[in-house]
């Protein structure tokens, strides 16, 4: 009997174990894009990562076969150069399929750190026959479903639930998926917003937002096929870009965008993505070609039959929302050709898109130059060509109105020593409605600039990276009353003496014009915005503590300066005898206005991540834990709460909350099946 209860526990403490290796692997999504998109959170608030981490994710679980990965696999990894993918296709083919995962040592400028990134994600196994496209009962048998719920609740109470809104506080979303390898992938997203009511009213269908999709790929020629929801990403992101936008970071790699062609969108993301039917055909070994149509309705105002305002957030929570709700609808239609021989791809790419009413909005004198009408088009060509340790890439766009140009040139001096050099010219009247690129602002149009950046991986496990952006705007933007210049620095030292433990500390420099205040934009001067950041990680078995400390300077001519800062320390824990893993989070802020606000990385839910941005003085705590059973059954609980010792109201209009402090409450179920 004892030896029955010692078997027994064995067998459950290795279930544990593996249920435990599974989890952190799973995690890793996160934490290897932690640095990028908490930057580019920062730039950028308002923007959705569900579906890249969730693909990452994903990814993890099906990793890809290094025998049989296509370059536009490979590039779905941004920590992968363009260099490394040519090295890594070229040993392939010289030397035939990998025998063990460790021949990537044996790859021309293959570091160590890049190959340790990449090996969860990736095996190698042999492969005597070509895949075929399996049969639909194959297709059933081999598939993986996955049901994911969401519940956040607050504990406090705004002032818009008094009168105005028109729904519960308690935000829900629910998804369901389903996938057989890469051939096909299934699935529904519904999504209800705190505020918004469930089941009655305008949503008398349950949720406010449905999201559906069916994505078929690797049938014959037919490379991908997306009906429903999905997503569009070309050449350099200047015509057609509704995926991530990778910017200026401490990174070549992950400041190098790649498109990702046609893919489902399967977030709760309400506004960045196309509804229709979109394929991409292997028309010949050389040359790709992709169609797409999309048909939506749209919120915003409508008065006399002109479209005056376009409204992206996607909430229905008061009246007036309510009356915003699909009072339009926009048709777009186009494609692409993508031909790639060797390291050289050309490609070409148009749409077409149109309003079913004439868009007329109220435009102020910075805006008097944006996008207006209600039948447009765009058109542009790629390219892409790497020769030895040159990598160069570039698109030119043209619109109804405008046009842009962006060019990047990488060169690698060795696998140690890289530089990238980048040149965007967006014209002040560029219209490109789906377009988002590399730039000081988030979409391609009125400026000109130059990007230089350096990195090194030096002895004694020291990383460096430098960069310096020199850009212009040739007409007024939000704020700056005139054609104005500003200059962008950033650097990060970053060291790594032990696998376990790792620094860095990173500094960025910001000048801009901007109006002064009470002037009328009579008066105009330059800004100085000063950031730094140390970060310390400690990871010691089950362990891992993270400290940070930033510190903000902003000021102007002729005023004070604003200053602010933050200390935050997390301890997570991943017990290596019970499927549960605990974070705790705990930080400190103090700024002096918006202006020098700070950001702080908080682990958030499965497939999301959350930077929030603090302004004024106080505290902010979190705990956050996860609960596996086996691989069918996923728990997590965040509650989290901030208090501030400045105010005694958080917020205005209808977010008001009386009293200093807010918490909430946040659950996830996640069932596989």
């Not at 088009?377 to 390219?383: A, E, G, H």
């Not at 007409?475 to 990060?492: E, N, T």
């Not at 140390?534 to 400290?547: E, I, M, V």
Request: hydrophobic share 35%.
């Amino acid at each position: 009997m004892r030896l029955l209860m010692l078997f027994g526990m064995l067998v459950w403490t290795i279930s544990m174990a593996s249920d435990l290796k599974a989890q952190e692997k799973e995690g890793q999504s996160l934490l290897l894009l932690q640095e990028d998109l908490e930057q580019l959170t920062m730039e950028d608030e308002e923007q959705n990562w569900e579906d890249e981490l969730e693909e990452l994710s994903q990814r993890l679980e099906n990793p890809i076969n290094l025998n049989t990965a296509t370059r536009s696999q490979l590039e779905q990894f941004p920590f992968l150069s363009d260099l490394q993918i040519e090295n890594l296709l070229a040993y392939l083919y010289i030397h035939g399929q990998m025998k063990s995962i460790y021949e990537l040592l044996l790859v021309e400028e293959m570091d160590r750190r890049t190959i340790d990134l990449l090996l969860p994600f990736v095996h190698v196994s042999e492969v005597e026959s070509p895949d075929r496209f399996p049969s639909l009962n194959d297709l059933w048998k081999r598939g993986r479903h996955e049901a994911l719920a969401r519940f956040d609740v607050p504990f406090y109470t705004r002032k818009g639930y008094e009168k105005n809104y028109l729904g519960p506080p308690v935000y829900h979303s629910l998804r369901y998926s389903f996938r057989s390898g890469e051939y096909v992938q299934a699935g529904v997203t519904a999504e209800k917003d705190a505020g918004e009511p469930f089941g009655a009213l305008h949503n008398r269908k349950g949720y406010d937002f449905y999201s559906y999709y069916l994505q078929v790929s690797g049938l014959g020629r037919l490379k991908t096929l997306v009906l429903g929801n999905y997503r569009l990403s070309f050449g350099m992101g200047l015509t057609l870009n509704a995926g991530l936008r990778l910017g200026k970071q401490y990174s070549i790699a992950s400041s190098a965008y790649r498109s990702t062609g046609i893919r489902k969108h399967s977030s709760t993301d309400e506004h960045n993505y196309f509804r229709g039917i979109a394929a991409t055909v292997q028309a010949m070994p050389d040359l790709e070609i992709s169609a797409f149509y999309s048909h939506r309705a749209l919120d915003g105002t409508v008065t006399g039959g002109t479209i005056t305002s376009i409204d992206d957030a996607g909430l229905h929570r008061t009246e007036n929302e309510v009356r915003k709700i699909h009072t339009f609808a926009q048709q777009m239609t186009g494609g692409n050709i993508t031909w790639r021989r060797n390291s050289l791809k050309i490609g070409a790419t148009g749409i077409y898109y149109f309003f079913d009413r004439p868009y007329e909005p109220n435009l102020r004198k910075y805006a008097m130059y944006n996008l207006r009408g209600n039948h447009f088009y765009n058109v542009s060509l790629d390219y892409s060509y790497s020769m030895a340790r040159f990598s160069l890439n570039g698109e030119a766009a043209k619109g109804k109105k405008g046009y842009a140009f962006l060019n990047r040139l990488t060169y690698a001096l060795t696998s140690d020593y890289r530089l990238m050099l980048i040149h965007r010219f967006y014209s002040y009247n560029y219209w490109a409605w789906y377009a988002r690129s590399f730039g000081e602002s988030s979409k391609p149009q009125n400026e000109n600039g130059w990007y230089l950046a350096a990195e090194a991986d030096l002895p004694h496990h020291w990383r460096l990276f430098a960069s310096m952006d020199f850009f212009s705007f040739p007409w007024w933007k939000y704020r700056i009353s005139k054609p104005s210049q500003g200059m962008d620095g950033m650097f990060q030292a970053t060291y790594t003496p032990l696998e376990e433990l790792s620094m860095y500390v990173n500094y960025r420099y910001k000048r801009k014009e901007r109006d002064v205040t009470g002037t009328n934009g009579e008066v105009i001067l330059p800004t100085h915005h000063h950031k730094t950041r140390f970060r310390l990680t400690y990871a010691p078995g089950c362990f891992r503590f993270q400290t940070t400390a930033d510190y903000n300077h902003f000021h102007s001519q002729g005023k004070e300066p604003a200053m602010g800062w933050l200390i935050s320390q997390s301890v997570s824990c991943a017990l290596p005898f019970f499927p549960l893993s605990l974070c705790a989070q705990g930080s400190c802020f103090h700024t002096d206005d918006y202006d020098s606000r700070v950001y702080a990385y908080e682990k958030g839910l499965l497939y999301t991540f959350y930077v929030p941005s603090f302004s004024g003085h106080g505290f902010r705590y979190s705990v956050h834990l996860r609960y596996d059973m086996k691989d069918w059954l996923m728990l997590i609980a965040k509650i989290g709460q901030t208090i501030y010792t400045d105010r005694d109201e958080i917020s205005s209009g209808n977010d008001l909350i009386k009293g200093n402090k807010k918490t909430d409450l946040q659950l996830q179920v996640r069932l596989k099946f």
